[in-house]
């Protein structure tokens, strides 16, 4: 007399571990979703204060001069320097920024990130007579040195032009 009214525990455990393996492939995928979107997320934050910086900090009269005042031709010096930052750090420009290590100024979001940045002027060209072009380059602090993360780029008008 056979009892077929129930499950075997060998089917039992079948069916056990054929849900652990779906399980664990959905949670995988989860999870891989998860760092990229937070990743994508950085990204996005960095661009965001490379922007911002790049507005505030060509706001200031005193870093448009010194962009003109080391702006080159690229037939002079093809070498991109660093510009100083100070004139908006301490709440002048904007609260945000602060005194940074070395050559960077540190720039505080609302979340309580941190990003280190750099204004860098690059050479000009010979067809951009009126035109300064700077970049605005966002780093990241770790243990060893600062992470590149993203960076804009910007021109400042000469000071015979009507715009800034």
């Known amino acids: 007399m056979a009892n077929?009214?129930?499950?075997?525990?060998?089917?039992i455990l079948a069916a056990i571990t054929l849900f652990g393996v779906i399980i664990s492939i959905?949670?995988?995928?989860?999870?891989?979703?998860?760092?990229?979107?937070?990743r994508v997320e950085n990204e996005l934050d960095a661009i965001h204060v490379a922007e911002t910086a790049a507005d505030a900090s060509l706001a200031s009269g005193e870093v448009r001069q010194?962009?003109?005042?080391?702006?080159?031709?690229?037939e002079d010096n093809e070498n991109a320097e660093v510009v100083p930052l100070d004139s908006?750090?301490?709440?002048?420009?904007?609260?945000?920024?602060?005194?940074?290590?070395?050559?960077?100024?540190?720039?505080?979001?609302?979340?309580?990130?941190?990003?280190?940045?750099?204004?860098?002027?690059?050479?000009?060209?010979?067809?951009?007579?009126n035109l300064y072009p700077v970049s605005i380059e966002v780093y990241r602090s770790t243990d060893e040195e600062?992470?590149?993360?993203?960076?804009?780029?910007r021109y400042v008008k000469g000071e015979n032009s009507n715009e800034q």
């Open 88 to 129: 908006i750090i301490g709440g002048g420009v904007d609260a945000r920024f602060s005194e940074g290590p070395a050559t960077y100024v540190n720039y505080t979001t609302a979340q309580g990130e941190t990003y280190n940045l750099q204004l860098i002027t690059h050479c000009r060209q010979t067809y951009e007579t």
């Open 66 to 74: 010194q962009v003109r005042t080391q702006g080159k031709s690229c």
């Open 26 to 38: 959905f949670l995988s995928l989860f999870s891989d979703n998860l760092l990229l979107s937070n």
């Open 4 to 11: 077929d009214k129930g499950l075997t525990l060998i089917e």
């Open 146 to 153: 600062p992470k590149f993360l993203a960076e804009t780029y």
